[in-house]
């Protein structure tokens, strides 16, 4: 029997974090940090949330792809930020949307556009439902009949793949795993992988120019798109596959970010490569964070663009219990499907002994060195940091992470900036000492993205005022201090406002041109990217 996704967290009903990695968890909050829980953190149930009866019908032409399954509304109705994951803990299942579409074609998309247009319900645009910003929160205000969410699961499929160029056509709704196993048999992949690889879709990557797994290079999923192919209620937008055009403002720029604002994107052609073969990863300890964000510095600007050049503070390392918080870690690894890599590693070792880094794990002795060290143990986190919310939120401790970029000459500054007024938020919040932590995720010749999580004590009933608190300071110091309010995680509801402060006026007002053109009803996403 298929598992079902929980509606209340991260993955499938039964997948999570065991009870000992729960309270391995809580323990070090506790004893490091003195966060403790206010509950015992049972998941909700369905059982014990009601839902108002749904205020749409579907005409019979789209009955079948259309549910107004209660599950399937609860599922649908948030995505996965802290906001979400409090209301959905607090039972605040007010907003569900009344229906839940299932397209099979751009024609269903074009039927679902004439319906909620003709009905004056809000149409929100479904991928994965990872959306870390409120992306998908059915939260649209009074303004609307209704809400149906067009879930793009059903279009799921590669549909041609040119092995000659090396590029694939992909339905918008197919999972990470879904298309790189399409991909898989001709020894091709995307290579994106971000941490939401599993529970993401391609659509949703182009939508939120989602940044993957590889911290230079190819970071965003802009980079590996030919072309798109976007349905809006004003007709399809398609643009033109080529590996690269200098013809004026780029119709494939216009879509990427849209966010589900000015139409859904249905499929795509995008840039594959082999599957690498050589790889190797190394380790390396600094006693000082800013020595580690120069070696970063280094090995960006030395052309070499490894696959991985990774800084984490000694915070989130003993949060994690790879580290007692007395060094930071850098994880560096190459990858090819074509060449060895060892010259482009023996250079970004040079890099990292050259501003101080020890070694953590060794490249040279260690095939499997990602494996190894405190890169291991970090890793193996990391990978189940995905489930830590779910036990988190309903014990009453706030955990959330936000994500900008800076240029270099602008970065110890603005780190000592972002790090004190979050510290400061937390304490002022939550009246205690909270816990905030950073790491590179992506790293660039002219400036890294820094990538910050925060813990506090928060009190039940009176969470999401918390978090709001400590969002709100965060956001006016990251645009403030001169970062981007995201550098991957979206714009969505929680970013809007701030989004609104970054864009250039006038660029806000070619954009509200734009979406009036293409969804001149304003049925889309409504909140996200325009109001
Ligand atoms: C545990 C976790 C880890 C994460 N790690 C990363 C990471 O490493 N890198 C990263 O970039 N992000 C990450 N995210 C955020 C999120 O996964 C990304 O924003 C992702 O791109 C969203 O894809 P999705 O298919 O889930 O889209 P959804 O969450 O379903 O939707 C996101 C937005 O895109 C719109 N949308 C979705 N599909 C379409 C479509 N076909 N056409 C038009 N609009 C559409 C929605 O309306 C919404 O506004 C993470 C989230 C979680 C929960």
């Known amino acids: 029997m298929t598992k079902r996704l929980k509606f209340w967290g991260w993955g499938h ?5 065991d009870a000992r990695e729960t309270n391995a968890l809580l323990e070090t909050f506790a004893e490091g940090y003195g966060i403790r829980p206010t509950d015992d953190g049972a998941f909700p149930t369905l059982d014990a949330i009601s839902l108002a009866a749904p205020r749409l019908t579907p005409p019979s032409s789209l009955a079948k792809i259309c549910t107004s399954d209660k599950f399937e509304r609860m599922l649908h109705a948030f995505g996965q930020s802290q906001p979400d994951s409090i209301r959905i803990y607090e039972g605040d299942f007010a907003h569900a949307p009344d229906i839940v579409a299932y397209p099979e074609s751009e024609p269903d998309i074009a039927a679902l556009f004439d319906w909620c247009g ?21 939260d649209v205000g009074s303004g609307f009949a209704g809400t149906v969410t067009v879930d793009m699961k059903r279009m799921n499929k590669v549909l041609e793949i040119d092995e000659v160029s090396r590029a694939a056509r992909i339905q918008g709704g197919a999972r990470g795993p879904e298309l790189e196993a399409q991909l ?63 013809a004026g403002p780029s119709p494939d720029r216009f879509m990427f970010g849209s966010e589900g604002a000015l139409g859904i994107i249905t499929e795509a052609w995008m840039r594959l490569q082999g599957r690498p073969t050589f790889k190797a990863t190394a380790g390396f300890r600094f006693a000082d964070f800013f020595d580690a964000a120069r070696a970063v510095r280094a090995v960006a600007q030395a052309g070499l663009f490894p696959a991985n050049v990774r800084i984490v503070d000694g915070v989130e390392l003993k949060v994690n219990g790879a580290g007692d918080g007395s060094f930071t870690l850098m994880v560096v690894s190459f990858e090819s499907a074509d060449h060895p890599v060892e010259a482009w590693m023996a250079r970004a070792e040079e890099c990292c002994l050259d501003h101080g880094g020890t070694v953590d794990v060794a490249w040279r002795d260690n095939p499997d060195a990602n494996l190894q060290g405190a890169v291991g143990v970090w890793r193996a986190a990391f990978i189940r940091m995905p489930y830590n919310r ?9 955990s959330d992470t936000f994500e900008t970029s800076i240029t270099w000459d602008r970065f110890e500054e603005f780190y000592h900036a972002i790090r004190d007024a979050t510290a400061t938020a937390v304490r002022e919040a939550t009246g205690q000492e909270g816990v905030v932590s950073c790491r590179f995720s992506h790293a660039y010749p002219d400036g890294p993205a820094p990538y910050f999580a925060f813990h506090g004590q928060g009190e039940k009933g009176a969470l999401l005022e918390q978090w709001q608190a400590i969002k709100d300071a965060v956001s006016a110091a990251v645009i403030r201090e001169g970062g981007t309010i995201t550098h991957h995680h979206a714009v969505g509801r929680d970013h809007q406002k701030w989004y609104e402060r970054q864009r250039p006026a006038l660029f806000g007002d070619v954009l509200a041109a734009g979406k009036k053109r293409l969804d001149p009803k304003g049925i889309l996403n409504p909140g996200v990217i325009l109001c």
């Open 13 to 17: 009903e039964g997948d999570g974090l």
């Open 118 to 138: 003709e009905a004056g319900a809000a149409l929100i645009p479904f991928g994965g439902g990872s959306s870390v910003v409120g992306g998908v929160t059915t």
């Open 184 to 246: 898989k048999p001709r020894g091709l992949t995307l290579r994106h992988f971000p941490q939401s690889f599993e529970h993401s879709t391609l659509g949703g990557w182009v939508a939120t120019r989602s940044g993957g797994h590889f911290a230079t290079l190819y970071t965003h999923i802009d980079d590996l798109v030919e072309s798109v192919t976007m349905v809006t209620p004003a007709g399809e937008i398609s643009s033109r596959r080529l590996p690269g055009s200098g």
């Open 390 to 398: 779910e036990q988190l939120t309903p014990r009453g401790i706030i």
